[in-house]
T-cell receptor
């Protein structure tokens, strides 16, 4: 099946730093999504991207849908302790089924 | 907001037991999914369902079955639990493409299952 390669697997940063993570695929996707999972909870949708080249922001979060439709990145600016969690990218071709990346574990030190 | 409720947050079961994980959504969504989450492996799809009494295998269906007798409820069944099924299980639902405009899943809070 389709696979998404998400990097980095983990990040340890200081509060106030900017963060960048990305996903790449050998397949083309029509939609890219980014989720955050807080400890002990299910993932929650952060940003959805629908067009190649699209750049979308949600507060301190910015995500882009790659021109080739095979990649996406997520940036978090001025990180704060509550940004801690696992971030997942997900791609969708047609229908409702999503393919997920392996996740990026983010730790923010105060 | 859509709510997806998983009946148990934590479960401990013995090897060989039959285990039922329940998931209920309150927004009349047709599409429901069961994933398991393991460190370093992300979310892997076990089974999904597009309608009542309809089911399709995902990427890792072995050792699992599902039941969708009512639209709002999607159950995951471990026929004979084994230690390698110790994991976090996540249920999700989504409206069909074209409804709502945002093609994102709504996830439940997860069930952490330990098989001993």
């Amino acid at each position: 099946g389709q696979q998404l390669n998400q990097s980095p697997q983990s990040m340890f940063i200081q509060e106030g730093e900017d963060v960048s993570m990305n996903c790449t695929s050998s397949s083309i996707f029509n939609t890219w999504l980014w989720y955050k999972q807080d400890p002990g909870e299910g993932p929650v949708l952060l940003i959805a991207l629908y067009k190649a080249g699209e750049l979308t922001s949600n507060g301190r979060l910015t995500a882009q849908f790659g021109i080739t439709r095979k990649d996406s990145f997520l940036n978090i600016s001025a990180s704060i302790p509550s940004d801690v969690g696992i971030y997942f990218c997900a791609g969708q071709t047609s229908g409702s089924r999503l393919t997920f990346g392996e996740g990026t574990q983010l730790t923010v030190n105060p | 907001d859509v709510k997806v409720t998983q009946s148990s947050r934590y479960l401990v079961k013995r090897t060989g037991e039959k285990v039922f994980l329940e998931c209920v959504q309150d927004m009349d969504h047709e599409n429901m999914f069961w994933y398991r989450q393991d460190p370093g492996l992300g979310l892997r799809l076990i089974y999904f369902s597009y309608d009542v009494k309809m089911k399709e295998k995902g990427d890792i269906p072995e050792g699992y079955s599902v039941s969708r007798e009512k639209k709002e409820r999607f159950s995951l069944i471990l026929e004979s639990a084994s230690t390698n099924q110790t994991s976090m299980y996540l249920c999700a639902s989504i409206p069909p493409p074209g409804q709502g405009g945002v093609y994102g899943y709504t996830f439940g809070s997860g069930t952490r299952l330990t098989v001993v």
